[in-house]
Each structure stands twice: as C-alpha cells, then as structure tokens.
C-alpha cells in the first residue's frame, strides 16, 4: 500500500512484471532523484530471491536500497527507520539479507500492532488480514509511512550504521 502511495505520488510508469514482483521507476518528483519501486509477488521469506536480483540488475547500492515493511512488535501506527540492524527473526528480513548479501540496507518499519496470541498461524492471520483500525488512521500510518520513505530518497548516501529515526 505504501509502494502503490509513492508511484502515484511520483507519477511513475505503469507496473510491469519482472523479477517475481511488479517494477517500475523514473524520479521521485519532478527533478528528483531517479528511483525503482518493486513489490515482490513471492512469498515474504522468498522476497531476497525478487529483491537481490532486481538490485543487481539495476545496480543499486546496497546503502539506497529501502525496505518497506510491517512491523507488529511497533504498535499501530507508529513508523520507524532504520539502516541496518538485526533481523528479529523477520523471515521476510532473513531472505533480503540473503539475497542482497548483508543486513546493511534501510528499513521502514510500519507499525500494525501485535495479535493477542503467539500461535504462529493466528499471527500470520493477523499480518495478512485486513486492518481492523479505522480507514482513517489506516489511511494516515500509510501516508506517513510513504512520507518517511520519501525522506530517504532525498537523504544522502547512508549514514552510520543502526541509525534509528521514529515518526
């Protein structure tokens, strides 16, 4: 949902199939800088195996690259940034590493709150289900989510690594 924002808020190209996921690119803005968007169409802890290719194929450093993913140890609404780190047993995180060859890429990491239980499948339930918070608050954590994201693209080349930004 963040992804699809920015296309729209870049008026980039139409999405095309490449690299397991839908692509597309041009600059972030009028005179922006130049970017590519993928959304992987593979399973979370296959998304390395789309992203790892893609950022060859494209040569983007490792220290550009932005991950944009849920966060359920950050409650609802709460949107953090990050270089690096470690993975906190995300496996979606786990396959990046793999195939991008090291953790040292930027995240934004966007809060949708932790499920009552720990039972992995009620878990994976909640991740993959729909947001049971109002459209209005969903609509926002999106946007600022986006605007974070954003804020990277125009930042210079990576800082010290575990830098931590909250929203």
């Not at 220290?63 to 470690?86: A, K, Q």
């Not at 953790?103 to 992995?120: E, L």
Request: proline residues 7%; contains cysteine.
């Amino acid at each position: 949902m963040v992804v699809d924002t920015l296309a729209e808020r870049w008026g980039l190209a139409r999405w095309k199939e490449k690299y397991r996921g839908r692509i597309t690119e041009g600059r972030a803005g009028p005179g922006g800088p130049r970017v590519v968007l993928l959304c992987p169409q593979c399973y979370m802890n296959e998304s390395g195996s789309s992203a790892g290719p893609a950022r060859g194929a494209k040569g983007v450093p490792l220290d550009r690259v932005i991950v944009i993913h849920d966060e359920i140890d950050l409650p609802f609404g709460e949107v953090r940034t990050r270089l690096g780190g470690g993975l906190a047993g995300h496996n979606g995180l786990k396959s990046l590493k793999a195939g991008f060859g090291s953790p040292d890429f930027w995240r934004v990491r966007v809060g949708v709150g932790r499920p009552d239980s720990t039972d992995p499948d009620r878990v994976a339930s909640y991740v993959l289900g729909r947001f049971s918070e109002p459209r209005d608050q969903v609509e926002g954590l999106i946007a600022t989510a986006a605007t974070e994201t954003e804020r990277l693209v125009e930042k210079p080349a990576a800082g010290p690594a575990g830098e931590e930004t909250s929203k």
